[in-house]
């Protein structure tokens, strides 16, 4: 079972913005955002899929892409957080689902509503 759900937005002059996560207890510092963002952006700027293991976890992520190849809202990052011993790999379709229906609703921001549901369903996997 994945430790969260993580919605990361890039802005040219901030940098990487934490849009929303779920569970709420999560702990998103500045280093994991720029860490997971980067991971897309150093291979391709189309859409697609990352995985990175870091010192406590593992995150397996969807780029929604940058310039005319992006999937409904440019330059989305939808990561799950994974526990050390979890396989990326095993998310890898159900991330497909959702990550599409995040990112088709983060223009009016009603994404934040269904990241709950959304987590429940990865404890089906």
Known sequence: ???GILVIRWD???GPINEG???ENLKITNNLLTQVYS???YQSLKPGFASISLKNNKVVSFFSGVGADYI???NYVVALLLRRDEKPNKYREILKTIA???LDKIQDGKFKRVLPDL???LAKI
């Open 1 to 3: 079972m994945p430790v």
């Open 12 to 14: 040219n002059e901030i």
């Open 21 to 23: 996560f779920y569970p």
């Open 39 to 41: 991971s897309h952006r």
């Open 72 to 74: 409904s809202a440019e």
């Open 100 to 102: 599409a229906e995040i």
């Open 119 to 121: 987590y429940k369903d």
